[in-house]
Every structure is written in C-alpha cells, then in structure tokens.
C-alpha cells in the first residue's frame, strides 16, 4: 500500500466551498438582514455546480463521473454490503457515494434555481423580477424550501456514511478530502493537483464576492430608483424591483406635511375613507379643492395594496380583514406582527421617535418598495425587526 493522490485541488476546493454556502445559506434563509448574503450564496452553490458539471467531464482520472458511474441497484447492493459489514473499499467514490453526490447536485440545482425565481417574485427583485406575479413566487418559495429540506436530509445521510465507511475500513475519509491522498495498492494510478484551475476557480469566487459586497450592495440608493432619496447606501444591483408608480400632484399635497405614503400601504377602501374625511385628517384640514380631491383619489386608489405589487402591499393587504378599514399603515395586521420584535428603546431613539417614521429605518421608504435588504435599524438601537 501506498500513499497517492486521489483527490485533485479542484475538487476539494469546489467540495469544501460547496459545503460552507449550503451551511451559510442555511443560517442565513430566516433573515431579512442577512438577505444579500443569502442570495450571494445561491448564486455561489449554481455556479460551483456548473463548475462540478464541467470537470466531471474533463477532470482528473477520480473527478470524472465515468469513474464513479453506477445505477441505483449498484448502491443499494453497496448499502447492504455496509450495512453487513463486509463492503468493499474503493479508492474513488464507492456506488452509494457517487448516488449521493448525483442527487447533491440535482438538489443543488433545484435550490438554486427556485430561489432565484423566488426572489424575482415574492420579492419582486433581482434579474427575473417582474417575470412572475408574488403568488407564483410564493409557489417557489415552497419548492426551494421543500428541496432545501431534502438536500440538509441528504447531506445528513452522507455524513453518516463518511462516519460508518470511515470506521468500516478505518480510515479517515473526510481528511483524505482535505489533503487529497488516500492509501492504495501499489500501481494504483494517482491525479495530478491541478493547482492553476483550482486557483482560476478560487479567483472567479473571490472576484464575484468583491464584486458582490463592494459595488452591488453599496452602490446609492439614487441609482437603482433613478432619483435622490435620504438615508444610508443600500442595495441596488443585486435587489433590482419594479418601480413604483408615482404622481407629482399626491406627492406635493400628501407630502407637505409628512412623508409621502405610498397607496400599496393601504387598501383602496382605506384611502377613500382618509379622503372623505380630509376635514378631520388626523386632528387637521387637507383643505383640498374638489378637482385636486378626485385628482389624488384617483390615484391612491388605482395604485393601493389590493393590486399587490410589492411584497409589502401583497402581505398588508392579506392581512387586512373584508369588514376591516384600517386608517393607519402602523394598524394592519401585518405591520404589527412585522415589527412586535421592536424595542421600545428603539421606538425612541432620536433617530426614529415616531412609527410612523418608516424613513428612519427603510432606506427606500419614499419609493414606497419596502425592500427587506433595504432595511436597517439606526446603529445606535440594539434590536431588530423579526424577518
């Protein structure tokens, strides 16, 4: 027996790579602060995946699938050959491995890409948004999640028979991933390192998180809504939404005085409500003319929550009861629940002072999108919203 290299550089770089973004994503798929971070990893898992597929095909002599090319029936015989205790070793992946690691890619690919239409629509953002409506990203959003569950299973399942084939032929196989090398009969044909396409591989990953977290999370805000707005940078490349409609006569008469909320916030019978009883606005007189009126109506109504189209205006207007007509943003169901987890501390640092300062915390508050990447608590309040 002899001590040569199986694993390539490849390989192991894509295996571990793979393994901490699957981890990451994890961790991170609850959280609307961590939503950047969680999309980046999906993109990370697709293109790895790609990467796999390729050097299957022009690998080194135990990437290539064709040395690990066994059917299902292949696998279960190895199962119960483990599972006996007399199973026999191989120095590349055995039958029920490789069937693993088919089924991880497959996985792989179907978490990716439901994500990515999940994105594009319940969040209306990234590079399909627009393509679907928010019910059929919700309708994704139940397969990536349902996959996601699956593959942490699979995963679960091949780390147990790293464990069980590791104590069955005594050897440590998940160190043999980390430096390459396994004991083999003498002859046995090793791999070479490969070290310039693990390190093309390492330089693409390392170039797209640079380019993730320096220019598409930081860019200003002005740049993806195409004009000026307050508040810190936050996402614009990476989270791209539709645009929301806007009309300069609402926004002059609705914002003298506060900031202007956007209709999908409410539902339209909620603005009709607001607008019959504009001489008691909340302890004021709008004093509108009846043309100027109608004019701002018209619009809050064509553009409220019940054409849903943001996440925001989809989930206030669900929330909202038939006989219900709340008067408030801060009244609706959604809103109390979205942000129950708030510090009254936080309710009253100097940089909030009031719910109904949504520009305090939500970047694009103006624009009405509502993004969950665009949010962030004042860094002075130690407390966040529950995603």
């Known amino acids: 027996m002899q001590r040569i290299l199986i694993w390539d550089v490849p390989t192991r770089l894509f295996h571990w790579t793979l393994a901490a973004s699957f981890a990451g994503a994890w961790l991170t798929s609850e959280s609307d602060q961590w939503l950047s971070v969680h999309v980046f990893l999906g993109y990370l898992m697709l293109g790895l995946v790609v ?42 992946h055995n039958p029920t491995g490789s069937l693993a690691i088919y089924l991880l890619l497959l996985l792989t690919l179907v978490v990716g890409v439901t994500g990515f239409f999940t994105l594009g ?50 050897e440590n196989l998940a160190r043999s991933m980390l430096t390459g090398s396994k004991l083999a009969d003498a002859g046995t044909p090793a ?9 093309l591989l390492l330089a693409l990953m390392a170039g797209f998180g640079v380019w993730w977290f320096f220019y598409a999370l930081h860019a200003p805000l002005e740049k993806q809504l195409g004009r000026p707005v307050g508040g810190p940078q936050t996402p614009n490349v990476a989270f791209v939404g539709a645009k929301l409609a806007d009309n300069a006569q609402w926004r002059d008469e609705c914002g003298s005085c506060h900031m202007a909320f956007h209709p999908s916030l409410l539902p339209s019978r909620s603005w009709e409500r607001i607008m019959a009883q504009q001489q008691q606005h909340f302890g004021a007189d709008l004093g509108l003319d009846a043309a100027t009126s109608a004019a701002v109506l018209a619009f809050l109504s064509a553009n409220s929550a019940d054409r849903r189209a943001t996440e925001a205006a989809f989930k206030i207007e669900r929330s909202i009861q038939p006989q219900d007509v709340p008067l408030r943003v801060t009244q609706t169901p959604y809103w109390v629940k979205k942000h129950r987890d708030i510090a009254a ?43």
């Open 51 to 92: 990467f796999r597929l390729v050097w299957g095909l022009v690998g080194t002599r135990y990437a290539r699938f064709s040395s690990f090319w066994f059917g299902p029936k292949d696998a279960l015989t190895y199962l119960r050959q483990v599972l006996s205790g007399h199973a026999p070793r191989h120095v590349g």
């Open 191 to 199: 791999a070479r390192p490969r070290w310039l396409v693990a390190g």
């Open 345 to 387: 501390a936080d309710w009253q640092s100097p940089l909030v002072k009031s719910k109904s300062n949504c520009a305090a915390c939500h970047s694009d508050a103006e624009a009405g999108t509502f993004l969950d990447a665009a949010m962030r608590i004042p860094r002075n309040a130690a407390s966040k919203a529950k995603p």
């Open 121 to 170: 629509g319940e969040e209306q953002q990234g590079a399909v948004a627009g393509w679907l409506g928010i019910v059929q990203g919700r309708g994704f959003k139940k397969l990536h999640e349902l996959s996601a569950w699956l593959m942490l299973l699979l995963v679960l399942g091949h780390l147990a028979g790293v464990v069980v084939e590791s104590l069955l032929h005594r």
